[in-house]
């Protein structure tokens, strides 16, 4: 039988309206040339949301893109799907969640599976990356890792660090390929990120490096600035309150006496790392700093030493002990 034009079905229709009975068109059954056709079209779709969706994942993770790239990266991307699928990204994105919803039928062992499953998507969606700012223009990924290997070797959680858990791009000149001096870490996991953070301040290769969290997003967005304040504003205070509690826990022991150093030097303090400031701490309380004419100075001096030379001894690894050599210039000391 013939297929029926719409114009036939609406005539016929209307006439079995005016005998006051209801017109059933009939159903033109699918051969297997159109069966395979739908197919074909619905395989497209679906291989194309999937680059789609990929793509806009793959441009949103990189950090290294400018706003303007990514606008320009994406826009590409749904063009190139408008031209395989026939229809808007967002159309094919939408049609491809529903295609995944049908696939599974909703049980109640289904739906705590999927809750679950997002959970660890989510989870690994998380980067855990630190920001490195003003490092030298010579040091490479190799001396970052060792300096970050060598600072928490003696940290009380024994972080394995190496190429896989602490994963290094150096930031480089797209012409010269000379390094820009920054470069981005991406860590296994939040301890080792936040244990990472308190290398901030401290000296590789004659620069102290600013370790930071990594806000995102394109390099001019408010929500990146704004994020980027909030963080620095957390670890200012977080420092700050480090290094008060050090002073206290010496004052607590009588090793350091109110009004003995002055607000100068403590907020040189907070200008280092706290692995130097406690070291540089100890040595001060080991040589009797309060004996000096100018305490602050001593500690001052203390500081700049061990930040330039570092606290652990470069054969064994460990701290180094207190020699003729912490001693400050003789300005500082008593007559």
């Known amino acids: 039988m013939p297929k029926k034009s719409k114009a036939q ?15 059933e068109a009939p159903v033109t059954p699918v051969t297997t040339e159109e069966s395979s056709s739908s197919a074909q079209l619905t395989n497209v779709k679906l291989l194309a949301a999937r680059r789609l ?12 893109m400018k706003a303007k ?20 990204a967002d159309e094919l994105l939408a049609w491809y969640k529903e295609q995944k919803d049908d696939d599974r039928p909703e049980t109640n062992n289904s739906r705590k599976q999927k809750k679950a499953d997002a959970t660890q998507t989510d989870k690994r969606k ?25 600072e928490l070797a003696d940290d009380d959680d024994g972080f394995d660090i190496n190429e896989q858990t602490c994963q290094i791009r150096l930031l480089t000149d797209a012409k010269t390929k000379k390094s820009r001096g ?58 700050e309150s480090m290094v008060t509690k050090m002073i206290d826990e010496y004052k607590q022991k009588g090793e350091i006496q109110d009004g003995e150093l002055d607000e100068g030097v403590i907020a040189l303090c907070q200008r280092h790392s706290g692995a130097v400031v406690q070291a540089a701490l100890e040595r001060y309380v080991d040589s009797n700093g309060r004996e000096m004419d100018n305490p602050s100075a001593y500690l001052s001096f203390l500081l ?31 007559k």
Do not use: W
């Open 304 to 334: 700049g030493k061990l930040a330039q030379e570092g606290i652990y001894d470069s054969e064994k690894g460990k701290k180094a002990p207190t020699n003729v050599t912490d001693r400050p210039p003789k300005r500082v000391r008593l």
């Open 69 to 88: 790239d990514r606008r320009s990266a994406k826009r590409k991307a749904e063009a190139i799907a408008l031209e395989k699928s026939g229809c808007s």
């Open 182 to 239: 920054m470069a981005f870490v991406e860590l296994s996991t939040p301890e080792l990120m936040h244990a990472c953070l308190k290398l901030h301040k401290t000296m590789l290769e004659g620069r102290r490096i600013n370790v930071e969290k990594s806000a995102g997003g394109g390099k001019h967005s408010e929500q990146r600035k704004e994020k980027l304040k909030t963080f620095r504003t957390q670890q200012e205070e977080y420092i």
């Open 126 to 150: 998380i980067p855990y990356i630190l920001f490195i700012g003003q490092l030298s223009y010579d040091t490479t990924k190799e001396s970052l890792l060792q300096h970050f290997q060598s």
């Open 9 to 23: 079905i609406k005539r016929l229709a209307k006439r079995a309206e005016a005998r006051g009975e209801v017109y």
């Open 53 to 64: 969706q990929q793509e806009l994942l793959d441009i949103e993770k990189d950090e290294s």
